[in-house]
T-cell receptor, first 115, second 116 residues
Framework: ELKVEQNPLFLSMQEGKNYTIYCNYSTTSDRLYWYRQDPGKSLESLFVLLSNGAVKQEGRLMASLDTKARLSTLHITAAVHDLSATYFCAVDNPLRMNRDDKIIFGKGTRLHILP | KAGVTQTPRYLIKTRGQQVTLSCSPISGHRSVSWYQQTPGQGLQFLFEYFSETQRNKGNFPGRFSGRQFSNSRSEMNVSTLELGDSALYLC???????????????FGSGTQLSVL
């Protein structure tokens, strides 16, 4: 069974600091997603990572994927208060049987950036 | 360009009833997927439709069903509601089935379902 673990689950940090959120998954997968969710709001897609060594950056966020280590990271550079949100990673389940093909989400990392 | 529209925004039902939720994707998008979000279980994938065909489904009981119409609009139905079905139900669309393209999903605001 595919499991997706994020850590930390809660993170409080000062503006201007750098930090990394980790996403580990238990079975080989060919696709990993990062999403952002503001309180009471819907999900916003941030990145789709498809291959080993993939790195994508948008603003102060950078995501990378190491398929051999089954690890993705979301790095925050010089955090600002507007980045406060919950961040989810999700992984495609490679076990495709009878169309039961699931996307498995991590539990999310609640990020609070102090001004 | 209008975003993904989900209706209703809030819904209150009682146990045993059934409910239908609606999702209108972004114009031109042909893929629609549904997700359930609860504080306890987190985000879980329900199913995915592309061109009126269910392509994938998550691990939910048969009480959860869906369909997609020729205009790509999708509905999700839950029959014989249980207290545990209380959740935020999110719909997302993309122009192609997301598994076959490097495409982001665009999410609606969700339908908050409360089962009493």
């Amino acid at each position: 069974e595919l499991k997706v673990e994020q850590n930390p689950l809660f993170l409080s940090m000062q503006e201007g600091k750098n930090y990394t959120i980790y996403c580990n998954y238990s079975t080989t997968s060919d696709r990993l997603y990062w999403y952002r969710q503001d309180p009471g709001k819907s999900l916003e897609s941030l990145f789709v990572l498809l291959s080993n060594g993939a790195v994508k950056q948008e603003g102060r966020l950078m995501a990378s994927l190491d398929t051999k280590a089954r690890l993705s990271t979301l790095h925050i550079t010089a955090a600002v208060h507007d980045l406060s949100a919950t961040y989810f990673c999700a992984v495609d389940n490679p076990l495709r049987m009878n169309r039961d093909d699931k996307i498995i989400f991590g539990k999310g990392t609640r990020l609070h950036i102090l001004p | 360009k209008a975003g993904v529209t989900q209706t209703p925004r809030y819904l209150i039902k009682t146990r045993g009833q059934q409910v239908t939720l609606s999702c209108s994707p972004i114009s031109g998008h042909r893929s629609v997927s549904w997700y359930q979000q609860t504080p306890g279980q987190g985000l879980q994938f329900l199913f995915e439709y592309f061109s009126e065909t269910q392509r994938n489904k998550g691990n939910f009981p048969g009480r959860f069903s869906g369909r997609q119409f020729s205009n790509s609009r999708s509905e999700m139905n839950v029959s014989t509601l249980e207290l545990g079905d209380s959740a935020l139900y999110l719909c997302a669309s993309s122009s192609w089935a997301p598994r076959e393209a490097n495409e982001k999903l665009f999410f609606g605001s969700g339908t908050q379902l409360s089962v009493l």
